[in-house]
């Protein structure tokens, strides 16, 4: 079986990852998202909220399966004896950081190769940082997100409240 991890932070996952996600699973037999937490990090959703609001966004998707992990990503893959990283690839900003993570990844375990997908132009901008910004200034993160994440992003902040 050809299986790949798709790893990040995933807090919430948006449509960019979805895309990423849907993509991957027409290249892949099966495909691993993988939800790396920090104890350190103080996200928005905890490790058990943010595989839920996966669960759900890709319930349509066969060869899904949602997991997660603390500590070094390359652990989770020799323990698995996986051999293939999905990444997704936005900007240029991107590249520099995915390329830096892709090498030493290669230099940890010398099995171990990442395959980068590129985003379609309408998610190009699109992270779950500027999701939760744009949700605290009360703007519509409709486009952006599932319904299912969308409330789930407005609870968090306190419900959503009239524009002056
Ligand atoms: P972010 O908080 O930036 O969305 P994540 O750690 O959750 O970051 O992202 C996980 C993976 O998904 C990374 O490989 C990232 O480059 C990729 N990714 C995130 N958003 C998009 C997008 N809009 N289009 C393509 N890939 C994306």
Redesign the pocket.
């Known amino acids: 079986m050809n299986i790949a991890v798709?790893?990040?932070?995933?807090?919430p996952?948006?449509?960019?990852?979805i895309?990423?996600i849907e993509r991957s699973c027409k290249v892949f037999d099966k495909v691993i998202v993988a939800v790396?937490f920090n104890k350190n990090k103080k996200p928005m959703f905890d490790v058990g909220e943010r595989m839920a609001l996966l669960v759900d966004a890709t319930k349509h998707l066969e060869n899904v399966v949602i997991d997660s992990h603390e500590g070094l990503l390359i652990d989770y893959l020799i323990e698995r004896d996986i051999k293939v990283l999905?990444?997704?690839?936005?900007a240029i900003s991107?590249f520099e950081a995915?390329f830096q993570m892709a090498s030493v990844n290669r230099k940890l375990c010398s099995d171990i190769e990442t395959v980068?997908?590129?985003?379609?132009t309408e998610?190009?901008?699109?992270?779950?940082?500027i999701?939760k910004e744009v949700a605290s200034f009360n703007g519509d993160i409709s486009d952006f997100v599932t319904e299912e994440v969308k409330m789930a992003v407005e609870s968090k902040l306190g419900g959503k409240h009239e524009r002056d």
């Open positions: 798709y790893p990040g932070s995933f807090d996952v948006t449509l960019g990852h895309d990423i790396m999905v990444k997704g690839l936005r991107d995915e980068f997908i590129m985003t379609r998610y190009m901008y699109l992270s779950s940082s999701v």
